[in-house]
């Protein structure tokens, strides 16, 4: 007889073997096995067998090993794995063989692990180990789910051919699978999972497994009903539901589906809605699921509100810093107020705001890094709620080693030049959130990944150090962009690069494959259309001087257009005019109001040269005009982190631009000029006139306003300013205004022909033509709500609604959708702004770094375009490229 040392010890990691490679032994083995119980029972422990002498108290050096099995390991191979070796004294039984079995288990490969002792021959001791491989994984078959989600079942779940096939892989991938697919909305979902073993001239143990997925039919909610509400109506209650909604025909971002991990959590809100409503007590007493006959669910919450409550009292303890005055402005509670738990929590930390206005903040911005604050309720007497927030303040903390880590390309005085925090500073959380909005705005790295780490936080001595991990993404952009505008196809090739180095432009090790890394903004475009054809250089640096935020900029840029003919809706290229300019810029960051302000200086230079250019404006069609202006503006910009899509903030701008009042200093008579233009004007529209009389009268007027617009004299007013608000998790609300300007500083010389609004489309020829602006209004053909020669001033109102689809470094994609108004109008004494035109739709939004942001918007005009009697309806926008 052979005397089993140690039982078979299973695993949970491995788990059981499935189907006939479970651990069945042989009839023979069970019976060795009964015997060896039974001997244990009657000898009390006293393990011994009539034909195996040997002595528990004594060690017995091994004699030999043997390996029995059906495993393709050698033997060698496998009594090494178990780190027994011949000659090593042991324990029968004893932690030796326990040890040995463990190991087995540890490598993973086998199943069915004994061991015997064999014999025991001249005081050596004989094992025998006995086990199997555990069968490798040959082929998968998954059955219901489509093939493109096969590959992903495979990764998720490893299941890779060759992996090692155990009970607790096929649990843990039913669970996996199940669990998916429930999150889905699949309540119903069964997984099933067969093996098959193979049985062919190969040693090693291999099955085949089918996967059969029944993911059913999504669960939907039909009704959400409550019992035991008195005070908050289930109204109420099921809007506090953020995720488990009821069906409705109308709600497009919040499906009906049973998720129970979500359930669960609005169960928890349910609770904080009676809470906010000074229940304190208030708990679900149970609640229900009921399969519906339409394979819909229906849930009934049962709830007990118990009694309302009331603040009463509320005391500061430990504050030394701040007054109790103090701390009482930012709580905002006051005795008598009623109860809110949730209120409470959010007025002493907010964590759903990182710049929230609470206690916690308070203290945190100011260095208090260490400090904590809780609510002790002291007394709940005749349902009045005294508190006691109790605050221990610390030390105040200060920054001692500040990092960065991941900026690959980006030099490391690029990124430390825009950190708030600084070794040696004050602690403040408002600056760590500061840094990390400004690290990505910078364009350099992925704003969701840039991740502010404390390390070494050291109470005692008050210090903390603080590294700021960053994720490079593309800077640099090519700009492909086509679109249709102005009566043609425009398109569009340009170069960003927006983290440029132009130290580093003669280096020619620098060129990988340009030179990066200074933050510099360098941009090359060339825009075409048969109409026109625009050539443009801009570049800036962000740190002019590299110790203060001063931005310098340059702009050179070339536009030669042609006139349309009406007549054959072509371009006439033997009648154009050319404009070239250059334009130099000064923008500084202000400390006054705070820090979110710039301040902007520029000074621009156009040259216009005309050749048989004669429209209603530019009656001097062989002529030339200058244009030197001066342009001031004041922004504000605090949004979000991702520039891409802001979740919070705001951006404003107001800008004027200013040209010299030419007419106060050099001593022409505009008033005669403008008297004598109308006199020949009278002329031309004269019926009377001779051919002779209306050629010299437009000769005339022709040398009038060239005087007139020599050198430009105009005033230009620009203000926008959008909004971004989160309404839900990712939900974003963006309201937007606009208006735009343009006037003289005499009337008798007038308004020039330059620098007007073009308003309708997609905003795509934001090119500098003429000085004037396109600006955007969806459902409607591009500037086809002004006239042939543009407004002189326009408002627009927008609001649009965004939802991202995916927010990842490699694409951030997001939806929007949109209702717009706006027009532009000639004269001031036209000004309506509640005449517009009003437009609605669905868009689009893909930003690929490489590529800037691609678009598509289908926008439904209510209004008639200039030229249309009835309302315009659809219209389609794209944009390919980042514009400049």
Known sequence: MKLLLNFKKEREDLGKPVNKLTNILP?????????????????????????????????????????QGNT????????????????????????????????????KLFNNIEIYLAKIQNDSAYLEIRLADLPQLNDLKVNGVKKSKVEGIIKDNKLKKGTKVTENLITTTKNFLTRKYKKDGFLNTKVHINTI????????????????????????????????????????????????KKINRLRVLKRSKFIDSAYQADLSSVIDKFKENGYRDARIISDSLIYNDDKTISLQINVNEGDPYTFGDIKFIGNTVYTDRELSNILRIRKGDTYNGVLLQKRIADNSKPDGNDLTNLYQNNGYLFSSIRQVEVSADDNVIDMEIRITEGKPAYFNNVSVVGNDKTNDHVVYRTLRTRPGGLYSKALVVRTVRELGQLGFFDAQEISPDFKNPNPVEGTIDMEYSVKETGSSQIELQGGYGGGGFIGTLGLSFNNFSIKDIFKKEAYKPIPMGDGQRLALRLQASRFYQTYSFQFSEPWLGGKKPVQFSTSISHTKQFLYDYINRRADKSRSFNITGITFGLAKRLTVPDDFFTLSNAISYQRYDLNNYNTGLFTFGDGFSNNLSYTVGLSRDNTSVDPIFPTGGSKFSATAELSFPYSAVNGVDYTALKEERNENQSILGSVSSTDLERTNAQNRISEIDQERYNWLEFYKVNFKGEWYTEITKNLVLRPLIEFGFLGAYNNDRG????????????????????????????????????????????????????????????????????????????????????????????????????????GIDFGHGFDNALGETGKHGWETHFIIGQQF
Do not use: H
């Open 72 to 107: 393709s390991f050698a033997e060698l191979t496998i009594i090494n794995f178990s780190g027994l070796r011949k000659g090593q004294e042991i324990n029968i039984p004893g932690e030796e063989i326990g040890s040995a079995i463990k190991k087995l288990w540890g490598t």
């Open 197 to 244: 073993d193979i049985k062919d001239s190969i040693k090693t143990s291999r099955v085949n497994m089918v996967l059969n997925i029944d993911k059913g039919t999504k669960v939907k909610i039909s009704d959400i009903t409550f019992t035991g509400n008195n005070a908050v109506s289930d109204k109420k209650l099921r809007k506090a539901m953020k995720s488990t």
């Open 751 to 854: 308004v020039i022909p330059f620098e007007r609004f073009f308003v309708g489309g997609d905003g795509l020829g934001t090119y500098s033509l003429d000085g004037r602006e396109a600006i955007q209004l969806r459902g409607y053909p591009n500037q086809s709500l002004s006239t042939q020669d543009g407004g002189t001033i326009y408002n627009k109102y927008s609001l649009e609604l965004r939802y991202p689809i995916t927010l990842k470094a490699s694409a951030k994609i997001y939806g929007a959708a949109f209702v717009e108004a706006g027009n532009s109008y000639n004269s001031f004494k036209d000004f309506n702004p509640f005449n517009v035109k009003r437009s609605a739709g669905l868009g689009v939004r893909i930003f690929m770094p490489a590529f800037g942001l691609l």
């Open 27 to 67: 009839f023979n083995t069970y019976i060795k096995l009964c015997i060896a119980l039974l001997l244990l029972i009657v000898n009390c422990f006293n393990l011994q067998a009539q034909d195996l002498p040997y002595n528990s108290n004594k060690k017995y050096p091994i004699g030999k090993i043997k390996v």
